[in-house]
């Protein structure tokens, strides 16, 4: 079993940055993928970043030249870094590792929430 805790959420004005960190139990974080995720008030949770565990990594269209998504193996840490934030970031960022070992896994954080204030 993985456990992720999540930490960096908070509030910021627009314009402004955060950095997300997910933590990860166990040892098999080098081979997974990393994705974060968001989830705003009456809207449905959307992928904002992923990372392979060969490093590649994916954006969404409206964070890209924004976020940057990277992970740190030695530390079982996947990062989200957030500048220009804008109101419509708002969420709560939740961190998800997925693997495939003869059948898919996944394990989900609890969620952090990012407030960008205009």
């Known amino acids: 079993q993985v456990q992720l805790v999540e930490s960096g959420g908070g509030l910021v004005q627009a314009g402004g940055s955060l950095r997300l960190s997910c933590a990860a139990s166990?040892?098999?974080?080098?081979?997974?993928?990393a994705g974060w995720y968001r989830q705003a008030p009456g809207k449905q949770r959307e992928l904002v970043a992923a990372i392979t565990s060969g490093g590649s990594t994916s954006y969404a269209d409206s964070v890209k030249g924004r976020f940057t998504i990277s992970r740190d193996n030695a530390k079982n840490t996947v990062y989200l870094q957030m500048n220009i934030l804008k109101p419509e970031d708002t969420a709560v960022y939740y961190c998800k590792l997925d693997y495939t070992w003869g059948k898919s896994y996944e394990f989900w954080g609890q969620g952090t929430q990012v407030t960008v204030s205009s």
């Open positions: 166990g040892t098999i974080f080098s081979i997974t993928r």
